[in-house]
């Protein structure tokens, strides 16, 4: 048997993107709260102010606020150990300044996290997850204002005392190095700017390094039982070419937006390469007095990360090749791998490379904390969802990871993206669907919110049963 007895099966999702109730019970407005979608566009536009006539699918998600002892039942039927869920900030501190947390949302997640322990499902509970409080974006930057650490080692601090006898496993930040990238400037680091400034962002990402080694200290101070990790899309890469310009322009690649936030967060210093990436781009770090003793101090229990795709890179700024999408970041089109709807590339033997070179470079645990193939699926006029494309994805991707387990690698747990149909991240879309099981609600918010199994459901149910080994 591959996977070891006490191996950790379930599935994930995020506050932002399934709770819904965005401003029931004291929660505050959150970045993800003023992005609207919808109509012909399937995209997602910002807005300053909510607006009365807009659809916002954050705001209703598939209201697991108010279904979540439902939700939990069917993941249990499945047979989850265990359940990644994020705590929305602005339900605890609604404009993130507070000194005082709001009650009532601590209260929500009480309920969440005894639900959880009625089925014995362990919550592995993401501190943020692209929901940063708008309030501290307009008002303060974000973590682009270094007054934004003690912000969120407070509330940090407040979830690891009111939850300390109920969660054991915890993340800091959410894909910390959708950083590196433009893009992440806003869902991330809460910078509002529509111009990007590389070197605030790189600043802004110091402060959350900070930040989340500050809170690792103090998390392992008041239940030294916790385990509290680190959370990276993976973005695989491979050069186009034996050509040794793409290998080196590959490499460097993988350096910046792979390595990089790993490396701190495990490793507990900045790494060569970047000290050299930021001389290059006269980029220069503000660093507080202690910061290294903290990075030092703050390093994580293990590391987890999202793995959905891979893409090739190239040298040849000229090269026509076809692009393709993918979770952050696409790149150049693999020919000897096939496409998703939505373009990106299908890559289960990548996934055991991926473990195997991230257990090579740290020797912690992993765990991989998102996997899932977003498609739309068809309902059948009895109501059954016959979708044969997921069960393949996933089972081919679970077929790496065992023979990762046989190579060597420490993995710990599994837990596919969006195992209950959401609100895409992206684009708001509720077409894109990942889960097991169905939720009743398109593009445009429409629909019952109910729940059905998919045939992805009782497979699932079945190699969870097995430990991994009837994947038939």
């Not at 952050?328 to 473990?355: A, C, H, M």
Request: a negative charge; hydrophobic letters at 35%; glycine letters at 10%.
């Amino acid at each position: 048997m591959a996977f070891s007895k006490d191996f950790l099966w379930g599935g994930a999702t995020a506050a932002n993107q399934c709770e819904g109730a965005w401003d029931v019970d004291g929660k505050g407005e959150s970045i993800p709260d003023h992005m609207r979608a919808g109509g012909l566009h399937k995209h997602r536009v910002m807005t300053p102010t909510i607006e009365p006539d807009g659809y916002y699918p954050n705001h209703d998600g598939i209201d697991f606020y108010h279904r979540y002892q439902e939700d939990i039942a069917l993941f249990a039927e499945m047979g989850f150990k265990v359940f990644r869920l994020s705590i929305a900030w602005s339900r605890i501190f609604p404009k993130g300044d507070e000194t005082e947390p709001n009650e009532a949302g601590l209260a929500f997640y009480d309920k969440v996290f005894d639900e959880c322990k009625k089925y014995g499902i362990e919550p592995l509970v993401t501190i943020s997850h692209f929901e940063l409080p708008y309030a501290l974006a307009e008002n303060y930057g974000g973590f682009a204002n270094r007054k934004t650490i003690d912000f969120f080692v407070n509330y940090a601090t407040t979830l690891f005392e009111r939850y300390k006898d109920k969660v054991k496993y915890w993340l800091t930040f959410n894909e910390i190095n959708f950083g590196t990238l433009p893009l992440g400037g806003r869902n991330l680091l809460g910078i509002l700017d529509e111009e990007d400034d590389e070197a605030r962002r790189f600043q802004a990402l110091h402060h959350m390094f900070i930040a989340s080694a500050k809170a690792v200290k103090i998390g392992h101070q008041i239940n030294p039982d916790f385990q509290i990790g680190c959370m990276l899309a993976y973005m695989t890469m491979y050069p186009l070419t034996c050509k040794p310009e793409d290998v080196l322009a590959n490499q460097e690649l993988v350096k910046k937006l792979n390595w990089f936030c790993g490396d701190v967060q495990v490793k507990g210093k900045y790494p060569y390469y970047m000290k050299n990436y930021f001389a290059k781009h006269d980029i220069q770090l503000e660093f507080a007095a202690g910061d290294e003793e903290i990075l030092k101090e703050g390093t994580v229990d293990y590391y987890t990360f999202s793995y959905y795709m891979t893409s090739c890179v190239t040298a040849d700024l000229d090269e026509n090749g076809d692009r393709v999408g993918g979770n952050l970041f696409g790149g150049v089109k693999n020919n000897y791998l096939e496409t998703s709807e939505w373009g990106w590339q299908i890559d289960p033997v990548g996934l055991r490379f991926t473990l195997n070179e991230l257990y090579d470079r740290y020797e912690i645990p992993l765990m991989i904390v998102e996997n899932g193939l977003g498609a739309v699926d068809q309902v059948e006029t009895d109501g059954s969802i016959h979708d044969d494309y997921r069960i393949d994805y996933v089972r081919r991707h679970i077929e790496e990871m065992g023979k990762a387990v046989e190579d060597g690698v420490d993995l710990i747990g599994y837990t596919p993206w969006g195992c209950i149909d959401l609100v895409s991240g992206g684009t708001g879309e509720m077409s894109k669907r990942y889960g097991f099981i169905y939720v009743d609600k398109d593009d445009e918010g429409n629909g019952s919110f109910d729940r059905s199994r998919k045939d992805s459901f009782y497979w699932y149910k079945k190699v969870i049963a097995t430990n991994g080994e009837d994947l038939a």
